[in-house]
């Protein structure tokens, strides 16, 4: 009896749930199928029909010295953006949490970036680093740093760094945000019970602070992570992936693919190698740093 | 011998949406080594804070504190080298056991091999060494006590401060840990300052204590003499369970003979007690509910008719309600034959019962013996 209650109660459930699930395979799974199903076929922009190729696309992809190129660019954009959120994040996340003068004015200040729109960024950014009239060369020029404007979007060996430091300034808060509402939640009998054991300020940052926001450290590394591997609009917005190739990161490779070329089924094999990489790295993540466990807040 | 610990005339203020509090008022004390000293209060009385600036956690406003004749007042907490137990615990969540005990020696850059070694030993003693691999939240509310213990005692300090250490666990635990610690001070050889709102605790565990009322230390004393001799009537009626009976009494009889009426009562006064009560006109009267006896009629001081008894198993906790309406309680081994309602007549034990000022509430005579001059 009771078997067939439960039985009759899972049909219910399944019912009750099946319209959201297929809205949702509709709407967000068909998509993604779609696009990696291209990924084996030869797809035009301009011709209706498309041709089974198999590993064909993939093969082509592969042997292009661009497409590792830009992989490269990829993993220098990610580490750089990253590294440089967790900086910021850490560097402010730490000084906004001290008792410190307009402290409050401060935090809500820190999140005016991540409310900009990102094309406003890209213009604001163009603007004050601009070599003629930026403010910022204004200013090294000035004080005597440099003797010649640095062109900081335009220059071969300039445009990464620039792009990374803009992109790591805009989604900084972000980070800022996460580990000041972790720091808050301390519990500062932690940092008085390491001073009554003898520790000192880094010891106290070494083994009370740091431990604590580790599990978050880990969170914003692999969310911005993902998140910096398909960054696409900012860089496009500043540099259209130039000066040449130099800040042409994987997004900016398949969409030149995409819509340059019109080969939908190439650029749908690199979405499929995006895909894959960003799939092992939270594979590793997920393996190795157990974050469930790890975000459980014991005090 | 030095003294260990001394406070001189600390005060500590607070200042809260524009008020300015005295949460310590002008503390002096001193603490020899190797006592078991406790300061023990209500609850916002200044106790915690008292600890914390002896810790160095707490500035102080003014005055100075002193450990072994030295002046630490300005020495921050890392460099004080106590080891103190927080009434949360605060353990570090992130670290095991073994760890967290063996911290202070990490941070002090003792070799790991020693270090090991005193852990062990640490644990030894406080009877957790299975538990060293585990992490804090693994342990029960009174283990991961003892750990905090461990944590506290592993560097030798010569000071240790407990705050409230007792204070999460239940009641069982409680009596236990209280032995262990007892035990623990007993072999560790350190000046212990403790702090419980507890007074069964700072009762049973002191050497002395310190009776905290809105910042001030109304009686430094022994145990003993605190409960024997207290030198207020708040510390007369905080310490005891149940509370000490205080009544007003009216100071009455001819000159040269006066006696104290009140509470139903009438009572005779030494000719000691007629000299230090000379000129009051109204006192109160103190009597531990132990010290009230069922006597026959002829040897009664006193009746009153039984409200309600609370059996506290050995003995009984009687309410009894005097003649003119004074409620008064009596703690004895009362005949289970004597039902609420019953009409009773009660015996003052004259060694033992306090008179105290009507207005500041300072001890005049305690029937034990003459108080001498505060
Ligand atoms: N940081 C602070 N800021 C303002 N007032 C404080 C602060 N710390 C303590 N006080 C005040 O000082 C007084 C004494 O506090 P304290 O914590 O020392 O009391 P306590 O005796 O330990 O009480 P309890 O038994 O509740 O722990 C209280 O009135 C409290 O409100
Ligand atoms: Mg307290």
Redesign the interface.
């Known amino acids: 009896m009771a078997n067939t209650n439960q039985a009759r109660e899972g049909a219910w459930i399944s019912a009750a749930i099946a319209p959201s699930l297929i809205l949702l395979l509709i709407v967000a799974y068909l998509p993604i199928l779609y696009a990696l199903s291209l990924a084996f076929y030869d797809k035009s922009a301009f011709r209706p029909d498309m041709e089974w190729v198999g590993l064909a696309n993939a093969e082509w992809l592969l042997a292009q010295k661009d497409f590792w190129a830009a992989m490269g660019r990829s993993v220098v954009f990610t580490l750089g953006t990253v590294g440089f959120q967790l900086a910021f994040g850490l560097f402010f996340g730490l000084l906004l949490n001290q008792a410190i003068a307009g402290r409050s004015v401060m935090r809500s200040l820190v999140i005016l970036p991540y409310l900009l729109p990102t094309i406003v960024i890209g213009l604001v950014f163009r603007w004050i680093l601009n070599p003629e009239f930026g403010v910022v060369n204004q200013l090294l020029l000035s004080s005597g740093l440099i003797d010649r404007p640095i062109n900081f979007f335009g220059g071969i060996d300039a445009a990464m760094p620039s792009i990374i430091i803009t992109t790591g300034w805009q989604y900084g808060s972000f980070a800022v945000l996460l580990i000041l509402a972790r720091l808050q939640s301390i ?1 500062p ?2 940092y ?9 300020t880094w ?1 106290c940052f070494v ?2 602070t740091l ?2 926001l ?1 599990t978050t450290l880990l969170l914003i590394a692999l969310l911005r992570g993902i998140w910096m591997f398909n960054k696409f609009d900012l860089i496009w917005i500043i540099t259209q992936g130039g000066p040449l190739q130099a800040t042409e990161t994987l997004p900016i490779y398949i969409y030149e693919i995409a819509f340059r070329d019109f080969d939908f089924g190439r650029a749908a094999a690199g979405c499929v190698a995006i895909f894959i990489i960003l799939l092992l790295f939270s594979f590793i993540y997920f393996k190795f740093f157990n974050p469930t466990k790890e975000v459980e807040v ?2 | 011998m030095s003294v260990a610990l001394k406070l001189d005339n600390v005060t500590k203020t607070f200042t809260q949406n524009g008020k300015t509090i005295a949460a310590v008022d002008d503390l002096s004390l001193d603490i020899q080594p190797g006592e078991f000293f406790t300061f023990v209060g209500a609850s916002g009385c200044g106790k915690t804070t008292t600890l914390r600036m002896i ?3 707490e500035t102080v406003s003014s005055g100075k504190i002193l450990f072994d004749d030295q002046d630490v007042t300005n020495v ?4 004080r ?4 137990v ?1 009434q ?1 615990i ?6 095991s056991i073994r760890d967290n005990i063996g ?2 020696l990490k ?2 850059g003792m070799p790991k091999s020693q270090i090991a070694q005193k852990v062990e030993a640490a644990a030894d003693l406080l009877s957790i060494t299975d538990k060293l691999s585990m ?3 693994q342990l029960s509310g009174g283990q991961q006590q003892r750990v905090a213990i461990g ?2 005692i592993v ?1 030798e300090p010569k000071i240790l ?1 407990l705050d409230e250490p007792l204070s999460a666990l239940d009641a069982r635990l409680r009596t236990e840990m209280r032995t262990e610690i007892l035990r623990l001070h007993r072999r560790i050889n350190a000046t212990i300052v403790y702090v419980t709102h507890d007074q069964v605790e700072a009762m049973t565990m002191s050497s002395r204590v310190a009776i905290m009322e809105a910042g001030r230390a109304a009686q430094v004393d022994t145990p003993r003499q605190v409960f024997r001799a207290p030198r207020y009537e708040s510390v007369a009626t905080f310490i005891g369970t149940p509370a000490m009976n205080v009544w007003d009494m009216q100071v009455t009889g001819k000159a040269g003979q006066p006696v104290l009426q009140g509470g139903g009562m009438t009572v005779a006064l030494t000719r000691e007690d007629a000299a230090a009560l000379d000129g009051f006109r109204w006192v109160r009267m103190g009597v531990r509910p132990a010290a009230l006896k069922i006597v026959p009629q002829d040897e009664a001081d006193f009746s009153a008719v039984l409200h309600l008894r609370e059996p506290l198993g050995f003995e009984d906790e009687c309410h009894l309600e005097t003649a003119d309406g004074t409620d008064i309680k009596l703690v004895g081994r009362v005949p289970d034959t004597l039902v609420e309602g019953a009409s009773l007549h009660i015996a003052v034990d004259r060694a033992d019962y306090c008179i105290f000022h009507p207005d500041t509430g300072k001890a005049l005579r305690h029937g034990l013996a003459p108080l001498t001059a505060a």
Do not use: H
């Open positions: 519990n009998r932690l008085e019970a390491a001073r009554s054991c003898g520790a000192g010891r083994d009370v431990p604590n580790r014991n005090r | 810790a160095g956690l921050t907490t890392q460099k080298g106590i080891g103190m927080f949360d605060a353990l570090f969540p992130f670290m911290y202070p941070v002090a992490r804090p939240t944590r506290a560097k401060l």
